[in-house]
């Protein structure tokens, strides 16, 4: 097991390490019938009951590696489903996957579940591994004092490594207490403890945050000292120096980052197309994605990479071509890419060319698309178009089964404001009407106005962050 992927924390290196390797399954149809439930529904456990009965065997590594697929695309349920299976099936797992179910149990139904997991494990599976696992837990939901006495008792036992220091310093810059890394550092030295790749950039990160660029280039250098640089590396230093606007400084890392990557990194090459979208070079953006184009198939996710930067640089005529490009030859329609055109157009003022978008996804999806009614609501809102808002808001709410939808605070709180300020009524009372008549009950009403007049405190201009606040809500 990669004992890397359990993690947690913020950016490109702690969603790889938090998921399986990025390769291909050995076992595509296997995989494939599985991951096939997403769409069509159906029980996991049932259909590997049918394939067994089918007299189709199944091998251990099979599994395993539908496991390791369904958490590199966070599927984490399913992923569950699968070692459950296996459980009650009586099919041998090693003591050290027990960290991996553990993971699952937290992603899936709560930390004080993954405590009632690991309290139940027979004492040989309270190991490093399964130790280690439940400190990430704690470390991902910021439960410093739980993290802290975990870490405790874990070096009584002996069980802290590398991993549990770079958990805890993870910790400690998602609390904003970036200080504190540098003396776990020191201390990961003193006990001899090696630093990873990943270590060394939380490191350098933290340097970052509290301004110290020289500590930065320090951590860097010592890095280089120790054999300890990738692609990685690079795209960490780009991202530093772009935040603190030093262009030239970032180009030179993002040339010595594309000197590094392989053909099919996609990864990779997203990076260098949002920081080169962060230096506003347009040109060089262009540049990559047609490298990317030429080396590796291109997928939705490259394709919302580039329409994402596309948006930011405001250039519109690229990003009509590059929608069109992926609309036409699309295997799967994503509804995300639609989501970030008609963002764009909406910034524009591009309302029919944003309609057309909108209407083309919500012929070929097979669901109702409520982030996009709500960006429609926002801008029409912001434009003083009450009516327009409200018929986006109507529909919406017409297509609601069951509770798979509210409107968000966001747009509750926008139009809140728009009543308070362009008429004489009560916007409260009036947003009550509109939510009562679609079956909201009182005690969510309420809630969510909470929600909305807090948001309208501490955001008052009730801007939308286009692609990345509706990659969020839609993930």
């Known amino acids: 097991m990669n004992h890397g992927r359990l993690i947690s924390g913020g950016g490109w290196l702690l969603r790889r390490l938090c998921t399986a390797a990025d390769r291909p399954s050995k076992s595509p149809n296997l995989y494939r019938m599985l991951s096939a439930l997403g769409r069509t529904g159906g029980r996991l456990s049932e259909t590997l009951d049918n394939h067994v009965m089918q007299g189709k065997a199944i091998k251990k590594g099979e599994l395993e590696r539908c496991v390791q697929e369904f958490r590199r695309y966070h599927r984490f349920q399913h992923a569950l489903e699968i070692i459950e299976w296996m459980e009650t099936r009586k099919i041998n797992s090693s003591w050290n996957n027990y960290a991996v179910q553990l993971d699952l149990v937290s992603?899936?139904?709560?930390?004080?579940?993954?405590?009632?997991f690991f309290s139940g494990l027979p004492p040989p599976a309270k190991n490093k591994y399964t130790y280690g696992a439940l400190l990430n837990c704690y470390c991902k939901e910021l439960m410093k004092d739980k993290a802290l006495s975990h870490f405790d008792k874990m070096d009584e036992l002996g069980y802290v490594t590398s991993l549990a220091f770079s958990n805890l310093m993870s910790l400690y810059m998602r609390s904003g207490e970036a200080q504190k890394v540098p003396h776990l550092v020191e201390l990961m030295k003193k006990r001899s403890l090696p630093l990873s790749s990943f270590t060394y950039l939380i490191w350098m990160n933290s340097c970052a945050t509290l301004g110290d660029l020289d500590g930065v280039e320090r951590v860097y250098e010592e890095m280089k000292t120790?054999?300890?640089?990738?692609?990685?590396?690079?795209?960490?230093?780009?991202?530093?120096?772009?935040?603190?606007?030093?262009?030239?400084?970032?180009?030179?890392?993002?040339?010595?980052?594309?000197?590094?990557?392989?053909?099919?990194?996609?990864?990779?090459?997203?990076?260098?197309?949002?920081?080169?979208?962060?230096?506003?070079?347009?040109?060089?953006?262009?540049?990559?994605?047609?490298?990317?184009?030429?080396?590796?198939?291109?997928?939705?996710?490259?394709?919302?990479?580039?329409?994402?930067?596309?948006?930011?640089?405001?250039?519109?005529e690229g990003l009509t071509k590059c929608f069109k490009e992926w609309e036409a030859s699309c295997v799967s329609y994503d509804v995300k890419l639609a989501g970030v055109c008609v963002s764009a157009y909406l910034s524009q003022n591009m309302v029919e060319e944003a309609a057309l978008v909108f209407e083309e996804a919500s012929r070929r999806s097979k669901r109702p698309l409520f982030r996009i009614e709500e960006m429609f609501m926002l801008y029409f809102l912001e434009k003083r178009q009450l009516d327009a808002a409200l018929r986006h808001l109507e529909a919406a709410l017409s297509e609601v089964k069951a509770d798979e939808w509210h409107p968000s605070p966001h747009v509750v709180g926008a139009f809140l404001k728009y009543y308070e300020e362009e008429t004489d009524m009560d916007g409260v009372d009036e947003l009550c009407k509109i939510l009562k008549a679609k079956n909201f009950d009182d005690s969510w009403i309420k809630t969510c106005i909470n929600k909305a007049k807090a948001s309208l405190e501490t955001d008052p201009r009730l801007k939308e962050d286009d692609s990345q606040n509706y990659r969020a809500q839609e993930n």
């Open 226 to 316: 120790e054999d300890r640089i990738g692609w990685q590396t690079y795209s960490n230093l780009a991202a530093i120096y772009v935040k603190v606007k030093d262009f030239e400084k970032a180009a030179l890392m993002l040339k010595e980052l594309e000197s590094r990557v392989k053909p099919r990194q996609r990864d990779a090459y997203h990076y260098l197309l949002s920081l080169y979208a962060g230096t506003g070079n347009l040109g060089e953006v262009h540049r990559v994605w047609n490298s990317l184009k030429s080396v590796s198939p291109v997928t939705n996710l490259s394709y919302l990479a580039m329409l994402s930067n596309l948006r930011r640089l405001n250039d519109i």
């Open 107 to 116: 992603k899936t139904k709560g930390v004080v579940a993954a405590e009632e």
